[in-house]
């Protein structure tokens, strides 16, 4: 019987994947703070975009390293990452990486890193074969070396990776698979034949910072990211960075933090609303105008019976989760 609920579900999770049609096209621009991976997400009515999160050590591995945004999300549904688009037209960062051994950890190799991603599926992490990319590219700058990254369906921690060198100017890097590779410790269970194996796979591509378990500092900044061949370069450092104060929102690890929108989702069935991995949040539905319909404490799910037809936007806050996801009612 086990096996039979085992099958139903991977069955259900390729459905998913299944679904969804690469965009071959460039992903991320600095035009919008969604991603658009698939074709579907192009659609202006799309219920499952994949927006940029933060990750770090905190949560998991007793770190205490962190992201710091430029902007707060006051006015902007909780997101921290659409008053930089509007502002600047692209991502950009501080990063403060803390030694590990100084807050509880007691690896043999300490580690510490930070992060900023996407979903290639939204809030639900399912694979996608994004093979037809033939690798990725990228417009970037960073104070530190950063690992571009492919999740993958699998591989654990062992994900297929490229060094990007750090840069103090707009930088395009254009990578097949070929470029991409994993750790040499990998588990013989986790690993793949070849990176193009991940790419078949994938489920988030990355931006990862590691501070070699020493204290470090510094800035990122993403112009663009896309299949390979898709990224144009000719970016500029806005001279709006410098009237702007950075936010130390996530400097007290409860503080309200984009990371925790991979584990959480919102999903519409008809006119019910469910939510998965939050707690402790609240919600607010509000429709095109910006006018808030409906809210309250999240539930397992809510009743939208009463609202009318159309677009609307939901926004979810709390301590451990910010995300917002629009939905259409029919």
């Known amino acids: 019987m086990n096996k039979k609920i085992i099958v139903a579900a991977v069955a259900a999770l390729s459905a998913v994947?299944?679904?969804?049609?690469v965009n071959n096209d460039i992903w991320f621009n600095g035009t919008s703070q969604i991603a658009n991976t698939t074709k579907e997400s192009l659609e202006p009515n799309y219920e499952n975009s994949s927006y940029w999160y933060d990750y770090d050590d905190r949560a998991n591995d007793k770190g205490g390293s962190y992201i710091k945004y430029l902007y707060d999300s006051t006015g902007n549904y909780g997101s921290f990452i659409q008053?930089?688009?509007d502002s600047l037209g692209y991502i950009f960062v501080k990063y403060v990486l803390v030694d590990p051994t100084t807050t509880g950890q007691n690896?043999?190799?300490?580690?510490?890193?930070?992060?900023m991603g996407f979903n290639l599926v939204g809030a639900a992490q399912a694979p996608l074969d994004i093979t037809s990319a033939e690798g990725l590219c990228a417009t970037y700058t960073s104070d530190n070396d950063v690992t571009l990254t492919i999740d993958a369906d699998g591989t654990g921690n062992a994900s297929c990776s490229a060094k990007l060198t750090k840069t103090a100017t707009p930088t395009l890097v254009d990578l097949d698979f070929s470029k991409f590779s994993q750790p040499t410790w990998t588990p013989a269970a986790q690993k793949v034949s070849s990176c193009a194996e991940a790419f078949a796979k994938a489920t988030a591509v990355k931006f990862q910072i590691d501070g070699q378990a020493s204290d470090v500092q510094g800035a990122l900044r993403i112009f663009e990211v896309g299949p390979k061949g898709t990224c144009k370069g000719e970016k500029a450092v806005s001279q709006k960075e410098k009237s702007a104060n950075f936010c130390d929102h996530h400097a007290d690890p409860d503080a309200i933090s984009q990371k925790a929108v991979s584990a959480a989702n919102a999903s519409l069935s008809g006119r019910i609303l469910s939510f998965s991995g939050i707690k402790s949040a609240s919600y607010e539905i509000a429709n095109v105008q910006g006018q808030v319909v409906k809210s309250g404490k999240v539930e397992a799910s809510i009743n939208l019976a009463g609202l009318k037809a159309g677009i609307y936007m939901v926004r979810i806050s709390g301590k451990s989760v910010n995300m917002n996801k629009k939905i259409l009612l029919k």
């Open 83 to 85: 008053p930089m688009i």
């Open 17 to 21: 994947s299944m679904a969804e049609t």
């Open 107 to 115: 690896e043999e190799y300490p580690y510490n890193f930070v992060g």
